[in-house]
Structures are given as structure tokens and as C-alpha cells.
């Protein structure tokens, strides 16, 4: 079982990744953020900066939860930087072939008892732990969009996901100010195996006529 999770790494720093960076930070824990490239690691951190100062704005957070939360965050392209989190969350691109090869990379420099977590919204946990060296340390962690605004977090079990592993990122979530839901690993999981159909049938409803884009828009809303 790891230790407690005190730094977190995250890769991928696109749309979810900067997101959960961000309420990581805020939640006061340490975060390393990962990507290939320094300019997509530069546009992360001026976005995780106006999310922030839009919720000072809001007066969710003040300008001081702000300003440690901001240094808290440490951006890099070294996969040797995770070697001192104790859990690590893979937010890349949908794509079941990248996603398996940072799996792969990852575990060489990960601490044996680090748990590993995948953003993934669609595929199979089972499949993406089975590339690791733990796949009972392995979960899915599926978080909204955006992730600083939307509470629900899908938790799914792989075949081999431990128990303790899967309380450890539940009660992380719950720390997060998420509320974490229990999801089976079946394709899509709860959230985009039922809004996935309801978007075709609003393709389908305007193709046939039967309402305009804004009227669709508004009756949905």
C-alpha cells in the first residue's frame, strides 16, 4: 500500500491535465504536471492561473490559496521527476496505444509502491493496467470537464485493481471536493455510455427537422 499522497504527478497537460493540476494544487498537495512539449507546458500554466483568478473572483478561493497553490505546481518533460509521487494520474490524449506507452515509460521511474490512475473516458482499465508493473495499484480516475467545476469522478475497478488501491484514490477524490461515483469497467462507463446516445439523437432530431440548433440548445438546457 502506498503512503499517503502528498505529491501527485500528472500527465498530459491539455485540458483535463491542467485541470486536475489545478485542484490538486488547490487541495494543497504538491503536483509535478508532464508533457512533451515546454510551450504546451507554458499554455497550461497562464490557463491554471486565469482558472484560478476567476474563482478568486468568485470568492471560491482567496488570492493567497491562489498563490501556494500556483507554486505548488512544478512543470517538466522528465518522466524521472515522478520518482518521488505517490500516486500518478495519466490525462493524454484518447488514444489506447499512446495512453499503454506512457504506461509503459512511467513504471521505470515510478516508486514501486505508487499507485497509478488513468483519465481515461472510454477504455478498458483492465487493458491499460495490464501495461503496468502493478496492475493492482492500477484504477480508473474519470474526471469531468472542466474538472475545477464539475463534482463527479468516476472511479472504475480493472480485474486485478486492489481494494485498498481503490479506497486510497476514493478518499483522494473526496479530498479533492469531488464526489466520487463507482463505475463498472464496461466501454464508456456511466457518464458517456448515456450522453454519447443523447447527442446522436440530437444530430438526429435536426437532421429530421424536428427543431433548430438554438431551439435544441435551449430545450436541453
Request: glycine share 8%; aromatic share 4%; proline share 3%.
Amino acid at each position: 500500500m502506498a503512503s499517503e499522497i502528498r505529491k501527485v504527478g500528472v500527465i498530459g497537460a491539455g485540458q483535463m491535465g491542467r485541470g486536475i493540476a489545478h485542484v490538486c494544487a488547490v487541495a494543497g498537495l504538491d503536483v509535478y504536471l508532464l508533457d512533451t512539449s515546454d510551450a504546451a507546458l507554458k499554455d497550461a500554466m497562464k490557463s491554471i492561473e486565469g482558472a484560478m483568478e476567476r474563482r478568486v473572483a468568485r470568492k471560491e478561493i482567496s488570492k493567497d490559496d491562489m498563490a501556494k497553490a500556483m507554486k505548488r505546481i512544478a512543470t517538466g518533460t522528465d518522466y524521472g521527476k515522478f520518482n518521488d509521487c505517490q500516486f500518478v494520474i495519466e490525462a493524454a490524449t484518447e488514444d489506447e496505444q499512446v495512453k499503454k506507452e506512457i504506461l509503459k515509460t512511467l513504471c521505470k521511474t515510478l516508486p514501486k509502491d505508487a499507485l497509478i490512475a488513468s483519465n481515461t473516458s472510454s477504455i478498458s482499465i483492465t487493458r491499460l493496467g495490464a501495461q503496468t508493473d502493478r496492475p493492482g495499484k492500477f484504477v480508473g480516475m474519470h474526471f469531468m470537464n472542466p474538472v475545477p467545476r464539475m463534482e463527479l469522478v468516476e472511479l472504475i475497478r480493472g480485474i486485478a485493481t486492489e481494494e485498498d488501491t481503490y479506497k486510497a484514490v476514493r478518499d483522494l477524490a473526496v479530498k479533492l471536493g469531488k464526489k466520487p461515483v463507482n463505475a463498472e469497467d464496461f466501454p464508456a462507463f456511466i457518464v458517456n455510455r448515456i450522453l454519447l446516445p443523447m447527442i446522436n439523437e440530437a444530430i438526429y432530431t435536426l437532421y429530421e427537422g424536428v427543431g433548430s440548433v438554438d431551439s435544441i440548445d435551449t430545450a436541453m438546457k
